[in-house]
């Protein structure tokens, strides 16, 4: 006897996913008392394995970083905490990787490091890692408003084929478990990080094209304002939350 | 380019037993896996680790394939004497690093 077509089967499955996704509470942000690190939902050895420097990958990333920086630390303590923030030449905000390449086009006559080259990722762990304790403290004004609140909206549009926002998973959702997954909150505060899934370090952008083929939309590219403006409405919402970079994460 | 971390406590009592604990940075491409148009990657993995105590080896390992990049390996030893503890990672390619640390017994 035949079985059933695969298709309407599949059809059903997703109905009943987003029946289940309709029924939970519509999209609230997540209260101040309530957030936590995607450290905190995360099992005690991936914890073990990000707290001790020896043991943590991404450190291998900061010791390259270091030796491509070749200057002394402390200079840039702190700066993680505040990317994205407004360049004027852009008119926009940019991120820790923006930055950076840009110095390196701008004052150092030196070409632009590609997107998720392992020296960008160094330069940017070790940028990050002097920022490590430090609560996230993003600057919102009149000139980068308006993009905080494009990131927002991208936030809470459902998009894709499978029509999900990125607030119905991790304002709504946050805690339970996406197949064997928990859902973290999305508060970006260990990047950039080393994920054991990728068996590398990779930067947030990495991240949020990954959360959107995995709502089967199409991912933009690296460096697209509408990834930078995610990214600083992510930070903004971390607001005062420490950064732990470089992040250790499954 | 930094290609180990090693944690060996700088400082021990006779017949302690200390923990060591080694990261170095490696891809471990398994040799299994194909580009997307189909061309395998060839493999490139560490295939062995020793480590040697005042020239003694105390622990040696051979790596798999199965392994995940950046192998992390931590093992013990009794602190006998003060002097250098020498490890050395070799694979694939040619790849070879050698590091050491040195400890005081007291």
Known sequence: ?250 | MASALINVPERARRGEIIEIKTLVSHPMETGYRRTQLGATIPRDIIRSFVCTYNGAEIFRAELHPAIAANPFITFTTVATESGTLTFQWTGDNGFSVTQSATITVG
Request: charged letters at 25%; proline letters at 7%.
């Open chain 1, 1 to 250: 006897m035949p079985g059933p077509p695969a298709l309407p089967l599949r059809r059903f499955v997703v109905t009943v996913i987003m029946a289940a996704i309709a029924a939970s509470a519509v999209a609230a942000e997540i209260p101040r008392a309530e957030r936590r690190s995607g450290y905190d939902l995360m099992g005690r050895e991936t914890r073990a394995m990000q707290d001790d420097d020896t043991a943590n990958p991404g450190m291998l990333f900061v010791l390259d970083g270091e030796s491509l920086w070749k200057k002394k630390t402390g200079a840039v303590k702190g700066v993680a905490a505040r990317y994205p923030a407004f360049d004027a030449r852009e008119g926009r905000p940019i991120d820790l990787e923006q930055r950076i390449n840009r110095c390196r086009v701008d004052r150092q006559q030196a070409p632009a490091l590609a997107w998720e080259s392992r020296d960008l990722l160094a330069l940017t762990a070790y940028v990050a890692r002097q920022s490590r304790g430090l609560p996230i403290d993003v600057t919102i004004d009149a000139r980068t408003q308006p993009f905080l609140d494009a990131g927002r909206a991208a936030f809470h549009r459902r998009q894709g084929q499978i029509n999900l926002s990125c607030s119905q998973c991790h304002d709504d959702l946050w805690g339970r478990k996406l197949a064997g997954s928990v859902i973290p909150q999305a508060h970006p505060t260990g990047y950039p990080i080393y994920r054991l899934e990728w068996q590398s370090l990779g930067s947030l952008q990495r991240r949020l094209r990954n959360c959107l083929i995995g709502t089967r939309a199409e991912a933009y590219e690296f460096g697209a304002p509408e990834l930078v403006d995610l990214e600083l409405y992510l930070m903004w919402r971390a607001q005062g939350m420490k950064l732990e970079s470089p992040g250790v994460r499954p």
